[in-house]
């Protein structure tokens, strides 16, 4: 079945470690987008894709950072300069920039 | 920055009800989208609204993209304890580099069985 793959659900890291969240689709979509979702929140976005091998910032990059070398996958490391990184990620992707979004499920990090 | 702002922010409702639920910006869109996101899962679109004054219905909800361009509604008739969840709005912003999507707070839904 096509979709968006997020892995995995749940995430516990030691404070200090980068840690890398995975995000695959097999939807043949050019863009894919990773937004921050805190309690109570609306959704934020940490960095985008519009194609391969290109990404951009997006409102809140600081202490992230993301790859794009294959067209379906888009992983996301948390690096230890991230200040507050306990928080549910989402990966989603679209058929081209700025068009109807697909999310995955999310992976709640918990950082301790 | 650009901002979606929703209405009500939460709401608890007896089932069986109809509920409404809007979002509106100061700036004009293209597309407006509404989600649904259920406790600890991603959002799952529910209605894509591609034309001002279009009503559009999926099962017992009904969006309608405004004549302005900067409001949509989004109705659920007879509600069910399932629609209990976090209803967002989204739109992209203009083509161009500006065509990021950007999502409001959401509408937290509460129905009491």
């Known amino acids: 079945d096509g979709g968006i793959t997020q892995s995995p659900k749940y995430l516990f890291r030691k404070e200090g470690q980068n840690v890398t969240l995975s995000c695959e689709q097999n939807?043949?979509?050019?863009?894919m987008y990773w937004y921050r979702q805190d309690p109570g929140q609306g959704l934020r976005l940490i960095y985008y894709s519009q194609i391969v091998n290109d990404f951009q910032k997006g409102d809140i990059a600081e202490g992230y950072s993301v790859s794009r070398e294959k067209k379906e996958s888009f992983p996301l490391t948390v690096t230890s300069a991230q200040k507050n990184p306990t928080a549910f990620y989402l990966c989603?992707?679209?058929?081209?920039?700025?068009?109807?979004?697909?999310f995955g499920q999310g992976t709640r990090l918990t950082v301790v | 920055g650009q901002q979606l702002n929703q209405s009500p922010q939460s709401m608890f409702i007896q089932e069986g009800e109809d509920v409404s639920m809007n979002c509106t910006s100061s700036s004009i869109f293209n597309t407006w989208l509404w989600y649904k996101q259920d406790p600890g899962e991603g959002p799952v679109l529910l209605i894509a609204l591609y034309k001002a004054g279009e009503l559009t219905s999926n099962g017992r909800l009904t969006a309608q993209f405004g004549i302005t361009r900067k409001d949509s509604f989004l109705n659920i008739s007879a509600s069910i304890p399932s629609d209990v969840g976090i209803y967002f709005c989204?739109?992209?912003?203009?083509?161009?580099?500006?065509?990021?999507?950007?999502f409001g707070k959401g509408t937290k839904l509460s129905v009491k069985p």
């Open positions: 989603a992707s679209s058929i081209n920039f700025g068009t109807t979004a697909f």
């Open positions: 939807l043949n979509h050019d863009a």
């Open positions: 989204a739109g992209p912003l203009s083509a161009g580099s500006q065509g990021n999507l950007i």
